[in-house]
């Protein structure tokens, strides 16, 4: 993309109605656009940034056989009353709407009671189970308080995946494989190592934990406390003796921690497909419970805890997976010589794959240089008549003050996505 | 995808509570699932079908310059209320909700007020325009009756683009673009025969008229006049003696057909961009109106054109490039080595990037194939033990009784989307 065709530009202001350090810096890059407290638009470069979140969360559910589909935004009441989950006493976040005819609507904030009632047609015997189903796509919150950027909104991107098994084994082992693939999406996303599988409650019908996981974060909600050795912490609203011995945690190896929730994994027991009425039949032709999971992945979240984790005094810094592109290519002069040469580069690299913005404005070097870092790039590539002299590139990482000389093919092998 | 692990399956029932053909066969064949009259959820085939119609139109937006946002559904009052789209006796099929704290919302039904708003954050020269944003994504119209499965949703998938331009030479310049991306859109779709661009009423604000483009089908809402020469039409709301003058069309040249709206083309003038105060100034400093156009696509609304246009009796006919899988790969007979055959005829396909639905199960070969023929896969491939003797395969089209017997690479070269 060249940042002249680009409708978005940078910011020198500090949106003054903005608190969190992730809003204020995507809305003066042009990532989002702010709607209302609580609910975003992503411009260009920020939905780039959300498809790549969104991509690599739906390649590792589908690598452990999820099945992608697309329920609705619009609810019917009488679904959720059966699993007396409709009135605003029980779930105090709902946002409801009404058909012309007066029949209320709900604005899909979570979605346990469609995907059971859909899978309820295709499921009569234990051939036809385990299943698990996910979605990527909007959820909507009715939240009193939305000061966080995209930490908590009412409109939000969310990953949700459910899965139905035959058993309380086979859903542990179904639940152990998700959360397997969680650590892999964490890990890819450049958070692998502050993010911890944290033991938290399950909910008032079960005894049993659910488990978040949680990004380490000084803007986090949550505290947590952490094994460093064992890789696993505990939610401070659970830790109690009782329950340290449940999970084999010591009190004396937990230290205190802020984190941020990024993803979630519920056992459900047969708690909604029991209120649903959805069973299957045995090989002995019995009717059976199905035990349910459901599993959580804040995809857009995960873009405003990037922002705030690896954010310096210059602006974002993406890690290479996430970036809305994977080199600033910046032309320094307005030569016709260096013109020519960072359009033959510019599109020897897209070429070959590598997705670049090139900067062809007339602007001076430092205002190009302060958008790349503001931006976030991994890669800053400049063309002058000293590189074209050299007969190489200047490559600078976002992250390291060092420029280096390299040449095209060292210049790919190092941009490339891992 | 193996049969075997695919969680939807088809089904011989018509659905009682629908009329519409397109609605029926997808939720017998498993490909949708109805939530309520007018929004339904997309199962993993549905899924994969709106994804490669998306895709397409994606594509061609993004070769003439569009840049894909993603606005939000919860829209602000006040917004709205700036250019008299608000009050329900305006706008009669809104819906509407409310924050925690009564503040009202609309649940996003189009969106030119909050993209001029966006936008013009990043407007101030003559050097900035013109630009092109689109996006793909649900909307909500309260409509008073819902029939006709996808052809008419209270939920559905719409690419919206909308276009700013300096003056209205520019903005003509830029509408014939787009138009003609319509055109190869539908051409990709396999609809290019049966749409034609249509003039239509261009609303109250604008003696222009605007452009639908309306695909030939029994079951369409809209009749129009088409001049199969010309290859153009013109809606029967407009079809007067003054406007056939005004396009240069013929009433003895044209023909009454029933027709399907599956895209249109709207030209706004300086309507949303006046009402919301955004201009531009120009190499003279001077302060100069803004020209906007708008352009829908009916994502999940081709879907059921699609459905409706080519099936047959048997089932769903899907065209290559829009098929959820290009081949449906079947194994007839239990023997070890026709298994084995089947399974090195997937991976090898598979491989090779065709998308296969390999019909894995113990069922009787007339219900593989009933099954294919239901979900319309554009080929049929059949491993048995006649098919290993001749070390060929058997092909059949979804469209043709002939079957055929091909070696690998004819197979491969046939099936491969275009």
């Known amino acids: 993309m060249r940042m002249s065709q680009l409708f978005t530009r940078t910011s020198k202001t500090i949106p003054a109605d903005e608190q969190a350090k992730n809003a204020q810096l995507l809305i003066q890059a042009g990532f989002i656009h702010k709607e209302m407290a609580g609910v975003y638009a992503y411009l260009p470069l920020g939905k780039r940034v959300l498809?790549?979140?969104?991509?690599?969360?739906?390649?590792?559910?589908?690598?452990?056989?999820?099945?992608?589909?697309?329920?609705?935004?619009?609810?019917?009441?009488?679904?959720?009353?059966?699993?007396?989950?409709?009135?605003?006493?029980?779930?105090?976040?709902?946002?409801?709407?009404?058909?012309?005819?007066?029949?209320?609507?709900?604005?899909?904030?979570?979605?346990e009671e469609p995907i059971v009632d859909a899978l309820s047609d295709f499921i009569d015997s234990y051939k036809d189970l385990p299943v698990r189903v996910y979605q990527i796509q909007s959820k909507f919150r009715n939240e009193l308080r939305a000061k966080s950027g995209l930490l908590r909104g009412r409109e939000f991107i969310m990953k949700d995946m459910y899965s139905l098994s035959r058993s309380q084994d086979e859903h542990d082992r179904v639940y152990e494989e998700i959360v397997e693939a969680y650590h892999r999406v964490y890990r890819r996303l450049g958070l692998g190592d502050d993010t911890y599988r944290t033991y938290a409650d399950g909910g008032y019908f079960t005894e049993r934990f659910s488990d978040e996981f949680q990004t380490l974060s000084d803007v986090g909600e949550d505290t947590i406390y952490v094994d460093e050795t064992k890789k696993i912490a505990i939610n401070e609203?659970?830790?109690?003796?009782?329950?340290?011995?449940?999970?084999?945690?010591?009190?004396?190896?937990?230290?205190?921690?802020?984190?941020?929730?990024?993803?979630?994994?519920?056992?459900?027991?047969?708690?909604?497909?029991?209120?649903?009425?959805?069973?299957?039949?045995?090989?002995?032709?019995?009717?059976?419970?199905?035990?349910?999971?459901?599993?959580?992945?804040?995809?857009?979240?995960?873009?405003?805890?990037?922002?705030?984790?690896?954010?310096?005094?210059?602006?974002?810094?993406?890690?290479?997976?996430?970036?809305?592109?994977?080199?600033?290519?910046?032309?320094?002069?307005?030569?016709?010589?260096?013109?020519?040469?960072?359009?033959?580069?510019?599109?020897?690299?897209?070429?070959?794959?590598?997705?670049?913005?090139?900067?062809?404005?007339?602007?001076?070097?430092?205002?190009?240089?302060?958008?790349?870092?503001?931006?976030?790039?991994?890669?800053?590539?400049?063309?002058?008549?000293?590189?074209?002299?050299?007969?190489?590139?200047?490559?600078?990482?976002?992250?390291?003050?060092?420029?280096?000389?390299?040449?095209?093919?060292?210049?790919?092998?190092?941009?490339?996505?891992?």
């Open 51 to 111: 498809d790549n979140i969104a991509n690599i969360v739906r390649e590792e559910m589908n690598a452990i056989g999820g099945q992608e589909v697309q329920m609705t935004t619009l609810q019917p009441k009488e679904l959720w009353e059966r699993t007396n989950r409709w009135d605003d006493k029980v779930v105090d976040n709902w946002f409801k709407t009404k058909l012309a005819n007066g029949t209320e609507l709900g604005v899909g904030l979570t979605h």
């Open 237 to 418: 609203e659970i830790l109690t003796d009782e329950n340290l011995a449940k999970v084999g945690l010591t009190r004396d190896n937990l230290v205190q921690k802020r984190a941020v929730e990024v993803g979630n994994t519920f056992p459900l027991e047969s708690k909604y497909t029991d209120a649903l009425d959805v069973y299957y039949t045995d090989e002995k032709g019995e009717k059976q419970h199905i035990i349910m999971g459901c599993y959580g992945i804040g995809v857009s979240r995960l873009v405003g805890v990037i922002v705030e984790k690896f954010a310096d005094e210059k602006g974002m810094v993406w890690p290479k997976n996430v970036a809305p592109y994977q080199v600033y290519l910046a032309s320094v002069g307005r030569d016709e010589s260096i013109l020519e040469h960072a359009e033959v580069l510019y599109k020897a690299l897209t070429d070959a794959g590598i997705e670049v913005l090139y900067d062809d404005r007339d602007v001076r070097a430092g205002e190009k240089f302060a958008d790349a870092d503001l931006m976030g790039i991994p890669y800053r590539v400049v063309v002058s008549g000293k590189t074209i002299a050299s007969e190489q590139y200047e490559v600078k990482s976002r992250t390291d003050d060092q420029v280096q000389l390299l040449d095209q093919d060292s210049l790919m092998k190092m941009v490339a996505r891992t």
